[in-house]
Antibody
Framework: EVQLVESGGGLVQPGGSLRLSCAAS????????MSWVRQAPGKGLEWVSA????????YYADSVKGRFTISRDNSKNTLYLQMNSLRAEDTAVYYC???????????????WGQGTLVTVSS | DIQMTQSPSSLSASVGDRVTITCQAS??????LNWYQQKPGKAPKLLIY???NLETGVPSRFSGSGSGTDFTFTISSLQPEDIATYYC???????????FGGGTKVEIK
């Protein structure tokens, strides 16, 4: 059974940093691209970042480019999102999501974690 | 960036009604379009991939169609458990900035 479990969310001051983790199980982690998708309170879904299965290719939304870094450790089956220079508008539930298609970069997200809440406030 | 315009933003329908949601892309995205269901407090769930393919385990009352710039998502007979917000998502470009449509909240009349 595929499972994605996020952790690392919490309350952080503007300008601060946070690292999210997503522990994956139930599939060959290194064969699939992974993404982070966020949802601000009461708002819609926003794709944030993606990384290829090997980790060699990364992609970012303009809203987070230069501040967030996506990475993965395939030996630990874990996805990360390092978030720096956080702003109030980064407040959201952050989901990790698995790509449906093996060896693709981004297609459809067939499994999602339960989400972790990041609150940026003083 | 490709813009996804989803409509309506909300709708109210009766149990058993046929419900249709549309998603329009700002440029040709072939069939690179997926549909998700999100219930309150839950993660999204993939329903339809590549415009018209039903994800495994998803009831057949859900369907999708379209290609190019215009796409349609249909619930053939609305059930109480279908109360949720539905999102379209394109993956034609990298990075897929603005990948998701704005969402359609479906309520029971």
């Amino acid at each position: 059974e595929v499972q994605l479990v996020e952790s690392g969310g919490g309350l952080v001051q503007p300008g601060g940093s946070l690292r999210l983790s997503c522990a994956a199980s139930g599939f060959t982690f290194s064969s699939y691209a992974m993404s982070w998708v966020r949802q601000a309170p009461g708002k819609g879904l926003e794709w944030v970042s993606a990384i290829s299965g090997s980790g060699g290719s990364t992609y970012y939304a303009d809203s987070v480019k230069g501040r967030f870094t996506i990475s993965r450790d395939n030996s630990k089956n874990t996805l990360y999102l390092q978030m720096n220079s956080l702003r109030a508008e980064d407040t959201a539930v952050y989901y990790c999501a698995k790509d449906r298609r093996k060896m693709a970069t981004i297609s459809a997200f067939d499994y999602w974690g339960q989400g972790t809440l990041v609150t940026v406030s003083s | 960036d490709i813009q996804m315009t989803q409509s309506p933003s909300s709708l109210s329908a009766s149990v058993g009604d046929r419900v249709t949601i549309t998603c329009q892309a700002s440029q040709d995205i072939s069939n690179y379009l997926n549909w998700y269901q999100q219930k309150p407090g839950k993660a999204p769930k993939l329903l339809i991939y590549d415009a018209s393919n039903l994800e495994t385990g998803v009831p057949s009352r859900f369907s999708g169609s379209g290609s190019g710039t215009d796409f349609t998502f249909t619930i053939s007979s609305l059930q109480p458990e279908d109360i949720a917000t539905y999102y379209c998502q394109q993956y034609d470009n990298l990075p897929p900035d603005g990948a998701f449509g704005g969402g359609t909240k479906v309520e029971i009349k």
